[in-house]
């Protein structure tokens, strides 16, 4: 009988580690990997959501587009480590910027112009 709970606490504590290491992979597929501010998808799946939800009256809701000019030449003339670089400055800088309970989303567009 001793063997069963021991094999059952066991059982529990593993069950408590993979929950705890399934919401580290979820942050992780939610976040870009350079900046650390929330990639497209998990944008799409807030907004959905925010949209969805009833706030009752209309609430006012800001989006904002950013280019970082040139960032392919900076690639192509600096190196893409470079480019990473500037990325993640831009991260920190909008990251910086923003209240805690602001939503940060990020979705990287090179043009090949």
Do not use: W
Not at 25 to 48: G, I, P, W, Y
């Amino acid at each position: 009988m001793q063997r069963v709970v021991e094999l059952n606490d066991a059982n529990e504590q593993l069950v408590t580690e993979l929950q705890a290491q399934s919401l580290v992979l979820e942050q992780l597929a939610r976040k870009d990997s350079l900046t650390s501010l929330s990639n497209r998808q998990h944008f799409d799946e807030h907004l959905t959501r925010e949209l969805e939800r009833d706030h009752g009256p209309p609430q006012p809701f800001a989006s904002a587009l950013i280019d970082v000019d040139n960032l392919k030449a900076i690639n192509d003339r600096f190196s893409h480590a470079m480019g990473d670089d500037v990325l993640r400055t831009v991260g920190h800088i909008i990251r910086r910027s923003c209240r805690n309970n602001d939503f940060l989303p990020v979705t990287v567009v090179t043009n090949s112009h």
